[in-house]
């Protein structure tokens, strides 16, 4: 399956670099298409923050990977529920393992959607 995903070619100084182009702060990526995304800590992560990944729906997401920060720890409950009930699955862990992930997965053509808190 071709996938016209962004690359995540570096990370980090609060920012990423997508396919050459460097991106400030946090990230979201839905559809293959890369977004600002206003959530700097994990305690700002909201169901309303991921609304793209649930407007997407599960023909185009399969799961969420999430990019928690510097350092890994579990999303809250509220958001781990809201996206089971809707088929949705999740995979979290640190930005930097996250951002490395994703670039394995979407070669595979896994239909992901990514969310990273920057640091």
Same mark, same amino acid.
């Given at each position: 399956?071709?996938?016209?995903?962004?690359?995540?070619?570096?990370?980090?100084?609060?920012? *990423?670099?997508?396919?050459?182009?460097?991106? =400030?702060?946090? $990230? %979201?990526? @839905? #559809?293959?298409?890369?977004?600002?995304? +206003?959530?700097?800590?994990?305690?700002?992560?909201?169901?309303?923050?991921?609304?793209?990944? *649930?407007?997407?729906?599960?023909?185009?997401? =399969?799961?969420? $990977? %999430?990019? @928690? #920060?510097?350092?890994?720890?579990?999303? +809250?409950?509220?958001?781990?529920?809201?996206?089971?009930?809707?088929?949705?699955?999740?995979? *979290?862990?640190?930005?930097?393992?996250?951002?490395?992930?994703?670039?394995?997965?979407?070669?595979?053509?896994?239909?992901?959607?990514?969310?990273?808190?920057?640091?």
């Amino acid at each position: 399956m071709a996938r016209d995903a962004p690359s995540i070619d570096a990370y980090g100084e609060g920012g *990423f670099r997508l396919s050459g182009e460097r991106h =400030e702060g946090s $990230l %979201l990526i @839905v #559809g293959d298409v890369a977004q600002a995304w +206003p959530v700097t800590a994990l305690s700002e992560l909201t169901v309303e923050s991921l609304a793209p990944v *649930f407007a997407a729906g599960r023909a185009e997401v =399969e799961f969420l $990977l %999430l990019g @928690v #920060g510097a350092r890994n720890a579990q999303p +809250p409950r509220a958001i781990r529920e809201a996206l089971l009930a809707a088929g949705f699955g999740l995979e *979290f862990m640190d930005t930097p393992a996250a951002a490395k992930l994703y670039n394995v997965l979407t070669s595979e053509g896994r239909r992901l959607a990514l969310a990273l808190i920057a640091v």
